[in-house]
């Protein structure tokens, strides 16, 4: 029995030292098997600095993990300590329960190699040895825990290359099960807190299920630096700024993305610059009342826009480096915001709704910079205000629109209507408003693009715009008082465009209050290729001067036009009995249209410039011999005017027979006399006063109103005559 006794106890310790031995080297067979592994099944080197194993604690501690990138010398994935502990019972009921993980300090580096592939790719795709095993072992974590993490991301797909760093990562998950053979157990509590590029922080708390996969989660993250996504703008503009938001997700994964988004965010000191110095200021945007149910509708109650600021320029080459900037990049075309219905291939697409309900902004400011022009035109627009009730892409659903605003430190802007511009079909209705615009503040402009610039006068107008689809239709109600023009060049652009001096055209538009009242409608096809807004404008001004002028000027005298420009503005003359000064009947008549023309017209002149023809001329003569016959009639006592005649002849031509006829005496008589320049200078100023007292006496013209003419004549035929012209 000693014997015996004796031989159990040395197999006991021989077992025992077999199993010290198989324990203390288990761990390095762990450590090269699990390296062996992960080698394996991640193509990439893998190291495992130590392994401490305790099988009667259930502990598994991992020490100095490191995983190799494919594209980097730096590691993929690394990590100083993870410890797990194993709970042993629950293994003899066919259960795998981990009390806890708890990773310390990871750090996980992501790249960008180029669009679409990233360094991690390749641990994405199929292949056997990355299957998961299917069956009927249930696993439970009571809890995860991360500590001090980091995630380090490089994008070497854009040029220059960006890199960002998330520092003090802490995740903790909590009761995680997973069952492969019966469906989940309850959802997993989970919290995740993390500083963010740029000095932003990242907080969520939810819950996680893994049957179907998704999350509810309320998600809160500040002061995120908005210049750390320039580099994927779609925009071309330097963006700055810090956004928040505050949002409560539900999602699910499988079998389809589906999420319900709902909270507010906000985003301070936004910032859009182009070049060197910020186009686009505002102070504060807040977006409340955000609820989206993605993929089928995205809702926001109301966005605030707080103390705007904008600063728009165009440069000397024409070009809005402001819009170049917010022009889109090109890219390749994405397909429409649609959501599959999940009725199949064969079903429509849903088209995403949108709706807001209002959009409002606050203390707005913009100015507006022309280079174009020397001196560079400037006007600003302050105290603007605006609010868009209702905007969605709904079919027939408008937006209600309005806006107010001061214009150039004193003139009031508004403007008021609907719009569609979510729709398939563009629609604007809008009534605006412009009051008491000051004029000489656009000389800048005016000067370089009329060549008359505008001493005083003042702008009012109301426009009603309406687009629907590509057809514009516009009126615009423009009144202008006390506006006094000076010609500032030689070249006057309205003139090569109209025909006529744009002086000449105030005066004949301007009304007894000194006031232009017109009515100037535009239409046409926006997405016509010959269409121009500036062309239009100017052909309906164009149509409306010669509608304004047609009408006076046909009872006065008429209205010419060649090649699409106004040719001649026509006053017809006040014609003459020859050698007569008196206003015959037929004329006094035309006097008094020509008195009521000048009346609706207060601020036109018309320059009189009598004509004296051939025919005038004759009848001085004429009358010159009458007069002389008459006076010897009178020194002779000669009874009878055929006498009297006689002997004049006699007396001057006792050389040539005596004429049968008075009238015969009288031509050869008149025939030797020169040409009665003072008598005709006599003539011509008569009927000139005659006119103008004509004018006086039935229309109550000033005589500064009707002075002389300078201009000569270029024609004497015809009727003796006084003629008009036009000037302002």
Known sequence: MPRLRTRWVWIGVALVAVIAIILAALPEVVRRIAVGQIRTAASREAVIGDIDLNLFTGTLVVKSFRLADRVGSEPFVEFDRLTARLRLLPLFTGQVRIAEIHLEAPTVRLMRTAPGAFNFSDLLEPGESKKAARGGIGFTLERFRLDRGSIIAHDRAITPAQSWKSEELFVEVRDLTLRSATPAGAPAPFEIKAGLPGGGRLEARGALSLSPL??????????????????????????????????????????????????????????????????????????????????????????????????????????????????????????????????????????????????????????????????????????????????????????????QGVLGGNSALSLRGEVAPLGDTLYVDLDGELREFTIPRANNFLDPVLAWIARDGRLSTKAHYRIEGDRLSATNEIVIGRLELAQAGERDEVKQRLGLPLGLIVALLKDARGEIRVTIPVSGSLGAPEFSFGEAIWTAVKNVVVNILTAPFKLIGGLFSKDDKIDALNVDPVRFEAGSAAVRPEMSQHLQQVGDFLKGSPFVTLALAPVVTAADLTSLKTQEITARIQRLQREERIAEFPEAATRLFKAELPDREVPKSVEEIITALRDRLPEPEASARTLAERRVQAVREALVATAAVPTDRLPDSTAVPSDSSGDGRVEFSLTQ
């Open 214 to 403: 998704g999350a509810d989660l309320r998600l809160a993250i500040t002061g995120v630096d908005l210049a750390q996504f320039r580099p994927y703008s779609p925009i071309p503009a330097r963006l700055e700024g810090k956004a928040d938001a505050d949002v409560a997700i539900v999602t699910t994964l499988t079998p389809a993305l589906t999420a319900t988004v709902r909270g507010k965010a906000s985003v301070s000191r936004l910032s859009v610059g182009t070049g060197g110095r910020p186009a686009i200021e505002v102070e504060r945007t807040e977006i409340t009342e955000i609820d989206v149910s993605w993929p089928t509708r995205v809702a926001v109650g109301r966005v605030r826009i707080e103390k705007p600021r904008a600063m728009i320029e165009r440069n000397e080459r024409g070009e809005l480096p402001l819009r170049a900037a917010m022009t889109p990049r090109q890219s390749a075309p994405s397909p429409p915001l649609r959501a599959d219905t999940g009725a199949g291939a064969a079903a429509e697409p849903k088209q995403l709704a949108i709706e807001i309900g209002e959009v409002a902004l606050v203390d707005g400011y913009a100015r507006f910079t022309d280079r174009t022009v020397s001196p560079a035109f400037s006007e600003e627009l302050s105290r603007l205000s605006a609010s868009l009730k209702g905007l969605s892409n709904a079919p027939g659903k408008r937006a209600q629109l309005l806006v």
